[in-house]
């Protein structure tokens, strides 16, 4: 049964920083094509960022280019988002997703390829 749980999220001011992490079990990871989705309310779930099996290839929501970062450990079986210079429009609930599918980064902006989700952890960010 594969499994992801996200954990990271808090309250955070304006300009600060965060990271989330993404435990990963029930599957081999370094076979999945990882993601970062977040939800606000009222709002659809959008894309933040995926990396590679391999982790050498990235891709980034132009909202977060540039602030955010993600990063995978494929012996610890963890995916990580390193969130900087954060805004209140950050604000959301932040999910974890995992995809056995191949890498096309147009493909992996939307939710539909992903196979596996984490529940989420809540970020805010106060002005």
């Known amino acids: 049964q594969v499994q992801l749980v996200e954990s990271g999220g808090g309250l955070v001011q304006a300009g600060g920083s965060l990271r989330l992490s993404c435990a990963f079990s029930?599957?081999?990871?370094?076979?999945?094509?990882m993601g970062w989705f977040r939800q606000a309310p009222g709002k659809e779930r959008e894309f933040v960022a995926a990396?590679?099996?391999?982790?050498?290839?990235?891709v980034y929501a132009d909202s977060v280019k540039g602030r955010f970062t993600i990063s995978r450990d494929n012996a610890k079986n963890t995916v990580t988002l390193q969130m900087n210079s954060l805004k209140s429009e950050d604000t959301a609930i932040y999910y974890c997703?995992?995809?056995?599918?191949?890498?096309?980064?147009?493909?992996?902006?939307?939710?539909?390829?992903?196979?596996?989700w984490g529940q989420g952890t809540q970020v805010t960010v106060s002005s």
């Open positions: 029930g599957h081999t990871f370094s076979t999945c094509i």
């Open positions: 990396i590679i099996r391999s982790g050498v290839s990235t």
């Open positions: 997703a995992a995809d056995l599918g191949p890498w096309i980064p147009v493909r992996l902006t939307t939710t539909e390829p992903y196979d596996y």
